[in-house]
């Protein structure tokens, strides 16, 4: 029309639709799957905000998200009574990507030559799944407690237009304008399917026309069952919709590595269902990673997205829903914070994580591995932020060792004790900045001939980390670069103090005159067990700062 106002898109967007259309056309179905999810927040949105302004639901209480199509015009309609978008909303919803550092990551994919399609959904991209099917897409759209309506539309060709319509009522409605080709979308029984598979877990309904001798009538029925997922009994939910669910809550367009669905009653009554991804989103680790967190739900109603408090920062990859009977209704996120329910509600949800990271590592040990590979980093924070939790923790803790000598081949702790020397007493690490220093390391020699296992860490985090971890199983950690080794440390492979005074008298003669001409500059030379083949090395005193972490506190500027 005369009064549409022409925009083109932020420029990434044109660029991140274009890889979606691309990457995702083998799997168009999901389209579907993406415009139904949005629907869902949509209404899950209006709910929240209509507990402080019930005004917001007008004369129309309903919620629910319709289907349907039309043959002769080739177009398919998704149609939500949810919050609705504002012109504004529009403009900023569907023309620009939230996520910072999307550019970035897109150059990296594209010198790859790979669009991967399972890291296409974390950009906040769904709704752009639509152009997979469609040359032309239409929203119209009216925001709850406004009376006034706007189109956007676009062809998905870096630019859109916005123009006033005259939508009767609240919420959002997409017409996609299918391409050529895709007419297997204009027949009731495969988007009822469709919604069968993708889309069964959502909690309102998705309601499609009744068709009569073939033909779609006026009248809707609803395709779904209605209830939202974790509200059902476990037996009676499929991997599938799990998964499915997956999707919906973490924007993540691949499958979850495990989760784990509980209900408790008692002192708190609570619902969790709580997933593991497969992997790590291309930005994780960022503070302003928006998606952090839990879905928090109140007696099912949507509360808000990222509750951050519910789970220890440590735990921050945990993607899924907690659904609270006893919260209030109009809890903030000021509230949340202070509060001593959620407080409990935390340390419980921290047990059910630790619990289901258990589980996986004792029943699949490579799918935990892949998680290890993801998330063992953050995980390794929880040593100093919850030092209750820190034996079971560490327990889960993943070490390249000595034992295989191999970057990749990790041990557990209990692994570690399996292999201890006859005397041993000491669980041995080292650690240096980087694999090769730790792997080559001088230090290593007269424990490598002694058969003593040492962990070699050479991650950045991990000395800090290792430092919150006094013992494990009643043995101490041990830094080995630290002061001098012995039985503890060696086993009984390792000189006893007699054999070691009878040495270092032998050698009294060579190490006085080095200790005479270092000077100052040691504090002590002695005779060590740490080496068989180096004639000396350079180690710290016992309660020495590691050197590692001296780097890293120079470099910070200390
Ligand atoms: P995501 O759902 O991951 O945020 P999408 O690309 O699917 O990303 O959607 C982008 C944004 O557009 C949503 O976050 C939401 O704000 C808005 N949006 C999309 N569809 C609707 C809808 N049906 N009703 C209201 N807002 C919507
Ligand atoms: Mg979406």
Redesign the pocket.
Same mark, same amino acid.
Do not use: K, P, Q
């Given at each position: 029309t005369t009064d549409a106002q022409s925009f083109e898109f932020q420029s990434d967007v044109q660029q991140v639709l274009r890889l979606v259309v691309h990457s995702l056309y083998s799997n168009k179905n999901i389209f579907l799957r $993406?415009l139904v999810? %949005? *629907?869902s927040? *949509?209404c899950d949105k209006l709910r929240f905000e209509a507990l402080k302004a019930p005004e917001l639901y007008g004369d129309q209480p309903e919620l629910r998200i319709d289907l349907s199509f039309d043959k002769d015009a080739r177009t398919l309609t998704v149609a939500?009574s949810?919050? &609705?978008?504002s012109r504004q $909303?529009l403009i900023d %919803?569907?023309g620009t990507i *939230?996520r910072s550092g999307t550019r970035q990551f897109l150059e990296a994919l594209g010198e790859a030559q790979k669009a991967d399609a399972q890291l296409i959904g974390q950009f &906040?991209?769904?709704?752009?799944a639509a152009f997979i099917v469609a040359d032309r897409v239409t929203v119209t759209?009216r925001r709850a407690g406004s009376d006034e309506s706007f189109t956007w539309e676009s062809s998905g060709d870096g630019r859109f237009t916005l123009a006033p319509a005259s939508q009767a009522e609240r919420?959002?409605t997409?017409v996609l304008h299918l391409k050529e080709g895709e007419d297997e979308f204009l027949d009731g029984w495969t988007l009822r399917s469709l919604v069968r598979t993708y889309s069964d877990h959502i909690g309102f309904p998705i309601r499609m026309p009744v068709e009569k001798d073939g033909q779609p009538t006026a009248e809707f029925e609803p395709v779904n069952q209605a209830a939202a997922l974790w509200t059902r009994p476990k037996a009676e939910i499929s991997d599938e919709e799990y998964q499915a669910f997956y999707k919906h809550v973490s924007?993540d367009f691949g499958d979850a590595l495990a989760w784990s669905h509980n209900r408790v009653e008692g002192n708190q009554n609570f619902t969790s269902l709580l997933f593991i991804p497969a992997r790590a989103p291309f930005d994780f680790g960022f503070e302003r990673d928006a998606r952090k967190g839990l879905k928090l739900y109140i007696k099912r109603v949507f509360i808000m997205d990222a509750a951050e408090d519910m789970l220890p920062n440590y735990l921050r990859f945990v993607r899924g829903v907690v659904d609270s009977d006893d919260l209030p209704l109009n809890v903030s996120r000021e509230i949340l914070q202070g509060s001593r329910q959620v407080e409990k509600l935390r340390s419980a949800l921290t047990r059910r994580v630790l619990d289901l990271l258990e589980k996986t590592a004792r029943d699949e040990p490579e799918k935990y591995a892949d998680f290890w590979r993801a998330f063992g980093a953050v995980l390794k924070e929880g040593l100093a932020e919850d030092p209750s939790n820190s034996a079971r923790i560490a327990k889960l803790l993943r070490f390249a060792s000595t034992h295989s000598g191999e970057r990749d081949t990790l041990v557990s702790l209990d692994d570690y004790l399996t292999r201890m020397k006859p005397g041993q007493e000491t669980i041995n690490y080292l650690s240096a900045d980087g694999w090769n220093a730790v792997r080559h390391s001088p230090q290593l020699e007269g424990l490598a001939a002694h058969g003593v296992e040492v962990l070699l860490l050479h991650e950045r985090i991990d000395e800090w980390a290792i430092g919150y971890l006094a013992e494990y199983e009643g043995r101490k950690l041990r830094n080995v670069a630290k002061g001098a080794l012995g039985r503890a440390e060696l086993g009984e492979g390792g000189a006893g103090t007699e054999q070691q005074e009878a040495i270092a008298k032998a050698a009294e003669g060579v190490v006085g005159k080095l200790a005479a001409s270092l000077g100052e500059r040691v504090s002590e030379v002695r005779v060590s067990q740490r080496l068989t083949d180096s004639p000396a090395c350079l180690v710290m005193g016992e309660h020495d700062m590691g050197l590692h972490m001296q780097r890293l506190l120079k470099a910070a500027g200390h």
């Open positions: $993406e999810s %949005n *629907a927040d *949509a939500d949810g919050i &609705g978008m $909303e %919803n569907l *939230a &906040g991209v769904g709704f752009y759209s919420g959002t997409i924007h």
